[in-house]
């Protein structure tokens, strides 16, 4: 069993940046990565990061934004949030991989004022 535990999240002007953590409980996943959820849209996935080779995939709309880093002796990753716009905001979730298995985190809020 994984835990996940995200940090970072709060209110940030239209423009600015924002680092979110999430950390895994006890080793790190093959897979850790975020989806966000704006309010009356569904889950969608922003960016995962492989633990082995540190590969990194986007989600739509953030790749020049958004970049992800790691840190496996913390099994710990990194989301770092460059010009943020309004549509960002979201209840950001970290997810985690392991062979048949998905964790999630609780989720913390991003909100990017106009």
């Known amino acids: 069993q994984v835990q996940l535990v995200e940090s970072g999240g709060g209110l940030v002007e239209n423009g600015g940046s924002l680092n979110l953590s999430c950390a895994a409980s006890g080793r790190t996943p093959w897979r850790m990565g975020w989806f966000r959820q704006a309010p009356g849209k569904e889950r969608e996935f922003v960016i995962n990061?492989?633990?082995?080779?540190?590969?990194?995939y986007y989600g739509d709309g953030v790749k020049g934004r958004f970049t992800i880093s790691r840190d496996n002796r913390k099994n710990t990753v990194f989301l770092h949030m460059n010009n943020l716009k309004p549509e960002d905001t979201a209840v950001y979730y970290c997810?985690?991989?392991?062979?048949?298995?998905?964790?999630w985190g609780q989720g913390t809020q991003v909100t990017v004022s106009s």
């Open positions: 990061i492989r633990r082995d080779d540190g590969i990194i």
């Open positions: 997810k985690a991989d392991e062979v048949g298995v998905t964790y």
